[in-house]
């Protein structure tokens, strides 16, 4: 598991959030210490700690595998959409997305796309489970 991605987004989460990280490390249920060695990289958290970490942030735990460049590569739809916990059809209708040609996506792509999102959450879950 690679906890350079894990150490930077959880930061930046906790930064959004506006939380210390003694106040996100009590909300979460682990120590200050531990919180500090995630975010600095020095700590790589086991499976159970990423799925509580990403509860508290309300994200999908694989959100927090995105390195830091691939975060900052994104458009804030494109984050917001990458972060929510649960995808639908209205979340993604709302973000105005388009093809490349700009015409605008029909929901059936959309359907196609979050069928996509949802197997590439699942096997980084997988990968997840496999690796603690």
Do not use: C, W
């Amino acid at each position: 598991m690679e906890n350079r991605k894990i150490g930077y987004a959880v930061k930046r989460l906790r930064l959004k959030k506006k939380k210390t990280v003694e106040d996100a490390a009590k909300e979460i249920g682990i120590s200050q210490s531990y919180l500090s060695r995630i975010e600095n990289n020095t700590q790589t958290p086991s499976v159970k700690v990423i799925n509580q970490i990403a509860d508290y942030f309300d994200v999908h735990s694989s959100y927090l595998f995105f390195d830091e460049e691939s975060i900052n590569s994104f458009t804030e739809n494109e984050n917001e959409l990458l972060s929510n916990k649960h995808i639908n059809i209205n979340d993604l209708e709302k973000l105005n997305l388009v093809h490349d040609n700009g015409s605008e996506i029909t929901k059936e792509e959309i359907k196609y796309v979050i069928d996509r999102l949802k197997e590439l959450r699942n096997l980084r879950e997988n990968y997840l489970k496999d690796k603690d």
